[in-house]
């Protein structure tokens, strides 16, 4: 009886892989349609704060080396702020690789740049500084 337990898993597990193969299409189809809304409501969402006064800043964050965990601290850390509005990470030669250790600050009036840099140095992303503009 056990036998026949462990062939049907196999068989199952089996048709899962090939269909996981065989598929591969409709699953990349999906994500971009997923990152257009979840862009889409990105936009929505700092629509409303577009009439505020604001202006934009770049910040080098030189400890800032991945995509995957350090940029959310960063954004996170930064976004924490009520001065903040948003926060965007540089244009990248490769995507999924952080080339350009910089971050696109979004602001409002009474934004002090050295607590935002305090703040990120808090969250252990030392040497950070706003980048000069050549």
């Known amino acids: 009886m056990r036998s026949l337990a462990y062939a049907v898993a196999i068989l199952a ?28 409501e990105s936009v929505a969402s700092i629509t409303p704060q577009t009439d505020v ?11 800032m080396h991945c995509p ?16 903040v509005v948003a926060v965007e990470l540089a ?7 952080i080339d350009n250790r910089q971050v ?3 602001y409002r009036e009474g934004f002090d740049p050295q607590q935002a840099i305090a703040s990120l140095k808090s969250d252990g992303f030392d ?6 503009t050549p």
């Open 13 to 40: 597990a089996a048709g899962i892989m090939y269909f996981i193969t065989v598929s591969p299409d409709a699953s990349s189809d999906a994500q971009p349609a997923a990152s257009e809304s979840v862009a889409s």
């Open 53 to 63: 006064n604001t202006a934009s800043l770049t910040l080098n964050v030189p400890e």
């Open 68 to 83: 995957f965990a350090c940029y959310p601290s960063v954004k996170k850390s930064l976004e924490q702020r009520d001065d």
């Open 91 to 97: 244009p990248q030669k490769e995507e999924g690789v």
């Open 104 to 106: 696109i600050v979004t």
């Open 127 to 132: 040497g950070s500084s706003v980048a000069t």
